[in-house]
């Protein structure tokens, strides 16, 4: 069964940091680029991350830029987003998502988590 689970929300005061991991069982990521998403209450969906699978390479919302970072563990089959000086507009369900395809994170994704509540608030 293809699964993709997040963990590692939390509540946190705002300048604090969380990071967030993404298990995929019953395919292997490492083929795969992993995306992270979230959606705070009321707004759409925003792309906060990817990393490519053929070359690793990142992207980031600009909102993000400079306090986030996406990494994977092929070996750990897990994608993780590191998430520093968190502010309260961070808040959001973060949800993390797999691709396949040779568009890999310029692409739409094959898999989604149910995903994770980040709650920044002090």
């Known amino acids: 069964q293809v699964q993709l689970v997040e963990s590692g929300g939390g509540l946190v005061q705002p300048g604090d940091s969380l990071r967030l991991s993404c298990a995929a069982s019953g395919f292997t990521l490492a083929h795969y680029a992993i995306g992270w998403f979230r959606q705070a209450p009321g707004k759409e969906r925003e792309k906060v991350s990817c990393?490519?699978?053929?070359?690793?390479?990142?992207r980031y919302a600009d909102s993000v830029k400079g306090r986030f970072t996406i990494s994977r563990d092929n070996a750990k089959n897990t994608g993780y987003l590191q998430m520093n000086s968190l502010k309260p507009e961070d808040t959001a369900v973060y949800y993390c998502a797999a691709a396949l395809g040779p568009l890999g994170c310029s692409g739409g994704m094959d898999y989604w988590g149910k995903g994770t509540l980040v709650t920044v608030s002090s």
């Open positions: 990393i490519n699978s053929s070359d690793g390479s990142t």
